[in-house]
């Protein structure tokens, strides 16, 4: 049976704070811990009033710090927006306060648009392009390799395990090629993931850090003791990606009674679409919602992705997730 995590961007309601949310990842990441998580993912993101992820290894920190066992990683960091060697100092000092506990996804995306990907690298002569060199380079830097001529202190001989993450064909590619585990952002990019599945595990090649291949998927749940109040939890979720689409993101919304009914036929239709890989409902809807991903891909890890507005929805969610897991 698949591993079970969860991914916290960290959202911002209308009526929160920043201190708020910040308060709330930490209680939820022990919630997940004493329900049995394997691991508690935070993403990066830029100039996002409704995120309050973006300096992610300081996030990690603080929800280290309210945890004991769970293994904490960055889902991911948007390495295009650092300098390897920066990532490794700040990965080699979460790794030296939890040790054992800390993996690095990377991801090739700027997590933002043009602009704040400017601001937050002064220019843009480091970008996508760069990134299987940026990777490896950052390998490099936590194995502690003598041919950098420098040392990432902390980082260097930590070795914290790095993951690939991507929504197209070219992580999984990466991944195999380098050896690493992949994740799949299949809870909101759903269309490429049967065939980058499939092509990370047809090319993988064993490295040192992991001799088969390891990948995880995520798929958003949306869970309740009623059906009528799991939709009903999940529109402030879709209230969110039609603003992303649009481009009037913002801080996260109450829910909304018929929200997706409301919505012209072509808008409900991207909406299907884009949420895919989800479940909503009870925990037994959730189960066989599960049942069906893991069916399908095979996958060594399904991250649970729930943005519920009330954070006590938010954790009997995530209690009824575990629940639906352990039915399987």
Not at 4 to 30: E, K, W
Request: charged share 20%; glycine share 8%.
């Amino acid at each position: 049976m698949p591993k079970l995590s969860f991914l916290d961007l960290v959202p911002v309601t209308d009526s929160g704070t920043i201190a708020q949310s910040l308060a709330n990842a930490a209680d939820l990441a022990r919630h997940a811990e004493a329900l049995g998580y394997h691991r508690y993912w935070v993403a990066e993101h830029h100039g996002m009033t409704g995120i309050a992820s973006a300096a992610t290894a300081v996030v990690l920190a603080h929800i280290g710090h309210a945890t004991e066992h769970i293994r904490i990683g960055a889902g991911g960091i948007m390495l295009p927006n650092h300098a390897p060697m920066v990532i490794a100092e700040q990965f080699g000092t979460l790794e030296a306060l939890f040790p054992g506990r800390v993996d690095l996804g990377l991801g090739r995306a700027p997590g933002s648009d043009q602009r704040v990907a400017q601001a937050l690298r002064r220019n843009l002569a480091s970008d996508e392009r760069q990134f299987p060199q940026d990777v490896l380079e950052l390998q490099a830097f936590l194995a502690g390799d003598e041919r950098l001529g420098i040392r990432a202190v902390p980082g260097e001989g930590s070795r914290v395990p790095l993951w690939i993450l991507g929504s197209s064909l070219f992580g999984a590619q990466l991944a195999a090629m380098l050896g690493l585990p992949y994740a799949f952002a299949s809870h909101f990019a759903p269309d490429a993931l049967d065939e980058a599945l499939d092509i990370y595990r047809r090319q993988f090649k064993p490295s040192a850090q992991l001799s088969a291949p390891c990948a995880a998927a995520a798929f958003n749940v949306f869970a309740a003791d009623t059906r009528e109040e799991a939709e009903l939890l999940a529109s402030s979720q879709q209230q969110a990606f039609v603003a992303l689409r649009t481009g009037n993101p913002g801080k996260m919304k109450p829910p909304v009674e018929g929200y997706k009914d409301s919505l012209p036929p072509n808008a409900r239709a991207i909406l299907d679409h884009v949420l895919q890989c989800s479940a909503v409902g009870t925990a037994g809807d959730v189960a066989d919602g599960l049942e069906a991903f893991i069916a399908r891909t095979g996958v060594d890890e399904v991250i649970v992705a729930s943005s519920i507005y009330d954070h006590e929805a938010r954790r009997h969610s995530l209690a009824l997730a575990m629940e639906a897991m352990k039915r399987l």
